[in-house]
């Protein structure tokens, strides 16, 4: 699968942007959809992950509150909401697959596919 990942972009604290995700290929349904993010000479660190059918979320601890992930398997995109955003939360942000995954997992190496990245700047 290929994932294409937009929506990223310039925004002041304590606004909003919404991220999206397109795969292609089929068998969308079939995967967990996560997304990671990677600040300048950091490690790439866990956003948010959602189950097959979207019943189920996990959101790592700072973004709690202020992200919501959702999908929809009909347009095989994922999406991430992030409102009030920080500027901690500048970063390149990258939506990731994992095939048949039985748990959220916040682990990068777990994931099988990967999209290219979109550049969230927010400025304080």
């Known amino acids: 699968v290929q994932l294409q990942a937009s929506g990223g972009g310039l925004v002041q604290a304590g606004g909003s942007l919404r991220l999206s995700c397109t795969a292609s290929?089929?068998?969308?349904?079939?995967?967990?959809m996560g997304w990671f993010r990677q600040a300048p000479g950091k490690e790439r660190e866990f956003v948010a992950a959602?189950?097959?059918?979207?019943?189920?979320?996990h959101y790592t601890d700072s973004v709690k509150g202020r992200f919501t992930i959702s999908r929809d398997n009909a347009k095989n995109t994922v999406s991430l909401q992030m409102d009030s955003l920080k500027p901690e939360d500048t970063a390149v942000y990258y939506c990731?697959?994992?095939?048949?995954?039985?748990?959220?997992?916040?682990?990068?190496?777990?994931?099988?596919?990967w999209g290219q990245g979109t550049l969230v700047t927010v400025s304080s």
């Open positions: 290929g089929r068998a969308f349904s079939r995967y967990v």
């Open positions: 990731a697959a994992d095939y048949a995954g039985v748990t959220l997992s916040p682990f990068p190496w777990e994931y099988d596919y």
């Open positions: 959602i189950s097959w059918n979207g019943g189920q979320t």
